[in-house]
């Protein structure tokens, strides 16, 4: 499947999406990058990988989020893109774009949805002292954070974790559970046997 990754920043999920993408057998061929501004760092890594990239900036279509999403549709168009994944793409969608791509578009998050939807989601798990985080990949759908869930990761928050620390635990295992969703879905794996992971976060 021809995949477009977006991004708005490091891109470390895109990151271990090209990973996948360059194994034998994987279901997927990432044919564009695109991020919502030239600052996002994952730009510079997919050039250095030989992957198409494109610039849609939000901010040149002011309040039009339509015009945006038609931008970022000709773009996709142009490529012959058939699915999307969301990677730290800071947009929320109109259900204009949504309704078009529902069911070829999923999005990782960083919690155990559908608790902590929204931002700041590591600082909150702490805040209400839960004993597990985690991330999710989800289709979306016109609903922030709330579509059909395809996988999950568990993480353990320890007693002296900041947002910080928990974060780059969890990010850690994102980089594992990503790639792993994209496959099962595109491998058209039925809703019963997508992922599920309780990831020692020491492991290697
Ligand atoms: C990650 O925590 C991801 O779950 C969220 O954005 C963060 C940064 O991701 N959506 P990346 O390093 O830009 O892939």
Redesign the pocket.
């Known amino acids: 499947k021809r995949i477009a990754i977006f991004?708005?920043?490091?891109?470390?999920?895109?990151e271990a999406l090209l990973d996948a993408c360059e194994e034998d057998g994987y279901p997927a061929l990432p044919v564009l990058v695109l991020a919502n501004k030239a600052s996002a760092g994952?730009i510079e890594k997919a050039k250095a990988r030989g992957i198409a990239t494109s610039i849609v900036d939000h901010k040149t279509f002011g309040k039009d989020r339509e015009a945006f999403e038609r931008a970022i549709q000709a773009e996709l168009e142009k490529h012959n893109v058939e699915f999307i994944a969301l990677?730290?793409f800071m947009r929320v969608l109109t259900p204009w774009f949504i309704e078009k791509w529902e069911g070829k578009m999923i999005n990782?998050?960083?919690s155990l949805l559908p608790s902590f939807p929204g931002l700041h989601t590591h600082q909150r798990a702490i805040d209400a002292k839960c004993r597990l985080a985690g991330?999710s990949v989800h289709f979306v759908t016109a609903g922030v954070d709330e579509g059909p869930i395809i996988g999950q990761a568990a993480v353990p928050i320890f007693p002296d974790d900041t947002a910080e620390t928990l974060?780059s635990r969890?990010?850690i295992t994102?980089h594992k559970l990503y790639p792993a969703c994209l496959e099962a879905v595109l491998l058209g794996e039925d809703q019963t046997s997508y992922v599920q992971m309780n990831d020692d976060p020491d492991a290697p």
């Open positions: 991004i708005s920043g490091t891109g470390s999920n895109m994952g990677a730290g990782i998050h960083p991330c974060a969890i990010l994102e």
